[in-house]
């Protein structure tokens, strides 16, 4: 109880706004975290199972903790200082171990060094690493999955998330939580269970096991989107969206323990060599001088309290009412509303999108003038959120294009003068049917515009770690190139609407 009290509750408090970060993360419709609400009570049962070792190796203070401890504390203090939830988050995995290192000492530790490593499938990724991750498994499992059909005759074309069963109605949509990182970082885990508390301890074994963990994941998830293609095709779209889809599910994840079991016994078998953990004989570790556990007690109360302040300090909060402000009528372009089923669809992926864009005040419209021609546009206003803001690319490239051309290009028609402005410039072709689009973008603020992420990311930092948050946006102008005009004049059309936007956009930061 008393390392509890004098080590681990200040380390609590300390974290608290970190930890509710990931209870949130946890909790995301894109149910990528479910499955660590099982690990705590994992690590609490190998803990149970092991307590008649570990009790009876003695506990004492070890100041070698410190060389974790210290870093994850710093990191901790960087994140909180930039409002950076997920650097905070990141900084336990060195904070834990560290703490538990020092209140208990490395005798106390032998063997449970694996279940402390258990805090590495509790921290969710940064949203950016995650919607990165996603999108390429989710192309891995499409395109694998429509092929390894096609070669079975399922006749499936692809558009965009959506695989279409020639001849029939309907379409399978593959959504993100469907693409692969969900089973990968489940299996990843169940992986490091059965490595570290079962079986034989041979290094060779668990180092093999660990390594066919994410391959096994993605193949099985590539395997199910095949499976759902060919169940479209010879019961129908709806079975295979239904029934079909519940029994893929079940039938992928029986595989995959299956696949791993067998291939831990086979390991265990060919190179486990023993058969449990050797456990060293126990003793006194040796004197580490008169220091107590309160002197680092008392360092760790003093940081609680200002760590979790700045944790939770937000002098700005969070709108989500500008973004829909922007004008219907922009440059001789109307706003073109959606059909109900558009807006249906609309509708059902905006909580996906608001946790990937880390705002609610973002908008997607469809503008078009007297000659028909068509401008595509993303409006995110953004405050101390401004992490969540994603490059352009990463968006084009979700919607299912290839990215051709991807520049920074000048840009003196935005401003006055002698204003060195640069905007983002991407040509892509859309994969379906072969479409190129011209897209313009620009972050910016009331005061400051630039088309470059990293002048964008360099512009809100210091201004994060100072509490001086400034409100901005981003703005993403995209045209078809139609048949018969150059990219240039496609980027003229896209120059003048976003050159009108542009000072719309910076009243509403105001």
């Keep these: 109880m008393k390392p509890f009290l004098l080590v681990f509750l200040p380390l ?14 946890w909790n995301a419709p894109t149910d990528y975290f479910t499955h660590c609400w099982l690990v705590p009570f994992v690590g609490a049962l190998v803990v149970w199972l092991r307590r008649a070792d570990w009790r009876q190796r003695p506990r004492a203070l070890d100041l070698g903790g410190l060389w974790l401890l210290v870093p994850g504390l710093l990191l901790h203090f960087v994140g909180a200082a930039l409002m950076i939830d997920s650097w905070s988050a990141a900084s336990i995995v060195l904070t834990l171990p560290g703490a538990a290192w020092l209140a208990l000492g490395r ?34 499992a499409v395109r694998g999955g429509s092929w390894i059909a096609n070669l079975a005759g399922a006749d499936i074309v692809r558009d965009g998330d959506r695989l279409l069963p020639q001849g029939l109605e309907g379409s399978l949509f593959v959504a993100d939580a469907c693409g692969g990182l969900r089973s990968l970082l489940a299996m990843l885990t169940l992986g490091y ?37 060919l169940l479209a095709r010879w019961f129908g779209v709806p079975f295979a969206e239904g029934t079909g889809h519940s029994v893929a599910n079940a039938v992928e994840w029986l595989a995959l323990l299956f696949a791993l079991v067998s291939i831990d016994g086979l390991l265990a078998r060919r190179l486990g060599g023993g058969g449990k953990e050797s456990q060293a004989p126990v003793s006194r570790p040796e004197a580490i001088g008169t220091t107590s556990l309160v002197k680092p007690a008392v360092i760790l109360w003093l940081l609680a309290g200002p760590l979790l302040w700045l944790s939770t300090y937000r002098p700005f909060g969070d709108r989500d009412d500008r973004a829909v402000q922007i004008p219907a009528s922009i440059a001789g372009y109307q706003l073109e509303k959606r059909t109900p089923e558009e807006q249906a669809a609309f509708e059902k992926r905006i909580p996906q999108w608001r946790e990937l864009l880390g705002t609610a005040d973002f908008v997607w419209r469809r503008y078009r003038e007297s000659k028909k021609r068509q401008i595509s546009l993303v409006a995110l206003f953004h405050d101390t959120n401004w992490k969540s803001v994603h490059p352009p690319r990463i968006c084009i490239e979700g919607s299912n294009m290839t990215i051709e051309q991807d520049s920074l290009e000048q840009a003196p028609w935005l401003g006055t003068p002698g204003d060195d402005l640069v905007v983002s410039r991407i040509v892509a072709r859309r994969r379906t049917d072969k479409w190129r689009f011209l897209t313009l973008s620009v972050f910016g603020t009331e005061s400051w515009v630039s088309g470059d992420y ?13 509490r001086q948050n400034e409100s901005g946006f981003l703005l993403r102008v995209e045209t078809p190139i139609y048949g018969g005009e150059s990219e240039t004049t496609a980027e003229l059309r896209c120059r003048e609407f976003l050159q009108q936007l542009l000072p719309e956009a910076r009243k509403l930061c105001r």
Aim: hydrophobic share 60%; proline share 6%; aromatic share 12%.
């Design 107 to 140: 005798e106390r530790l032998r063997g449970m060094w694996p279940v402390l490593g258990l805090v590495l499938f509790l921290i969710p990724m940064p949203i950016y690493v995650e919607g990165r991750m996603a999108f390429v498994l989710k192309e891995i």
């Design 12 to 25: 609590l408090v300390t974290y608290a706004t970190a930890l509710g970060w990931c209870v949130d993360r």
């Design 193 to 229: 269970c059965l490595v570290f508390f079962t079986g034989p301890a041979s290094f060779a074994r668990r180092t093999l096991l660990l390594l066919v963990a994410a391959p096994l994941a993605i193949v099985a998830n590539v395997s199910r989107i095949a499976a759902l293609c």
């Design 454 to 466: 990293w002048d964008f990311t360099l512009h809100h930092l210091p201004l994060a770690l100072l």
